[in-house]
DNA sequence: CGTGCAGTTGCATCATGTGCAACGGTCATT
DNA sequence: AATGACCGTTGCACATGATGCAACTGCACG
């Protein structure tokens, strides 16, 4: 909607790629160089973008700056984090949290077996939104409509053998998931890790985030992990519970609310 | 130097604080309504602002894919990895690589315990610039001038009675870093941590990026965790060696440059 | 010593971003 | 129920501010 900041966007992902001087810059933007200047003079007093010696660009620290403040002030995330580190307690495994935003699944918190810590070294990846036990219970909430339109346009890599093939079974497990309210991801992903996974509703009703615990086969068996189910959906529900009941300060109206 | 840009772009700081709704966001930028609303639909179309469900903004999932791309593109850190997790194999403690930029140190690499886990949690957090090791290393390679101005400009907060306490000590320790090769940071930050470092350093031989090893003193004493130091620092000058050695495809020449 | 290349600057033009005022929807009040 | 306040949104006329050009600089290379 507008030019000129959409112009100064579209540098960042494109040194996302990688670095890349002025010229460049300018070319696969579309402009003239004293333009691309202006921009990127602004991208860089803002940190967004950092002129390295040999006077090329890339992207600048305040970029990391930015997202980690942004993850750090997530609500969701602050309430979940002492139950997910309660979780840990009992079980041992890995446990995620994750949220769904504009097509895309992914993780803002994770609590690794032992060591209580925050590793966002996925963030921002693409999740295997199509097999992940986490991406099943916030996709399986969203409209018929929207799930099927996102459906058709995703693709289904067969990471191994047990990967959700297609559209038709994908649609088919997230019914599953809606119904039963729980989500597992049985070597759809990587062939020796199984995950059990439960979603966090608003005061509305509505996924707002989806945990899981994860696990390889080596360590126990996929039968094994199911039978945390109950406690894994019990850890959910007292944040749900957490979550939609203490926030009403935070949002406008904890009721409306319907598209 | 591009107004409309750089008040699209003083949106994001002001996200990261937490959630605004449009008038909030017009207000403190000092904007029309009208004018904030067509640049925040500019950021939301470009993923890095979102829009909730009570309409209100936050910034959006994008800035996590970009700071990700970005960290991963890094040389250094491609090239330093493998030696991290050598060296993590032969001694079993904590890892980092750090880099400088822009008044800021910050961590692009870790390598934990057992586990060759990339952990980012503490990127774009201000690193403890005063007193860790890393820091230290990036900072003592400045020139003179920029030091000083540097020390001048900081604050030196007291983590813990180690801490290093103001311009003066800190000057002279970058001093002594200088010109010995290496640094630590004997309980500084943490009471209990204790870390070693070496710098890293490009083609022409100024530091482009530092690594250190950390240990809590209930495992290692700090005696102990010096003895470390060579090998520390034969890592080091492994990554050098090879950053500075293998790279002049991609540096335009790996000679000149002086500021 | 000249040629070519990349980054930078000043400037005239007009495209673009701007604030205003008016509309529509939702919620709180009487 | 009806009223009023509030917030997000839209269309528009104006002039601010972004644009591309051309000229200048500094550097590297032949």
């Not at 890349?20 to 691309?36: C, P």
């Not at 693409?126 to 219970?137: E, F, H, M, S």
């Not at 109206?253 to 598209?259: H, K």
Request: aromatic fraction near 4%; charged fraction near 25%.
């Amino acid at each position: 909607m507008s030019q000129t900041v959409d112009r100064a966007l579209s540098i960042l992902p494109l040194l996302a790629q990688g670095p890349a001087d002025l010229g460049q810059v300018a070319e696969r933007l579309g402009v003239h160089k004293s333009t691309a200047l202006r921009l990127l003079r602004t991208l860089h007093e803002h940190g967004l973008v950092y002129r390295q010696q040999d006077q090329r660009y890339r992207l600048g620290a305040r970029l990391f700056a930015l997202a980690q403040e942004a993850v750090e002030n997530l609500d969701v995330r602050e309430i979940a984090h002492p139950h997910l580190v309660a979780l840990n307690e009992r079980c041992g495994h890995t446990v995620h949290l994750a949220v769904y935003e504009e097509n895309e699944v992914l993780y803002i918190d994770k609590v690794e077996s032992r060591y209580p810590v925050r590793m966002y070294s996925r963030i921002g990846k693409p999740v295997a939104i199509t097999v992940a036990a986490v991406a099943k219970l916030l996709l399986a909430d969203l409209p018929e409509a929207d799930r099927r339109a996102l459906a058709e346009r995703l693709d289904f890599p067969m990471y191994t053998p047990r990967s959700t093939p297609n559209a038709a079974a994908f649609l088919k497990e997230l019914a599953t998931v809606r119904e039963q309210g729980w989500a597992t991801d049985l070597g759809g992903h990587e062939e020796s890790i199984n995950c059990v996974g439960a979603p966090i509703r608003g005061a509305d009703g509505r996924v707002v985030a989806a945990m899981s615990v994860s696990a390889p086969n080596v360590v126990v068996t996929a039968e094994e992990l199911l039978s945390l189910l109950p406690l894994v959906r019990r850890t959910a529900d007292a944040i749900t519970r957490e979550y939609s009941g203490s926030s009403p300060g935070r949002h406008h109206t904890p009721s409306e609310d319907s598209a």
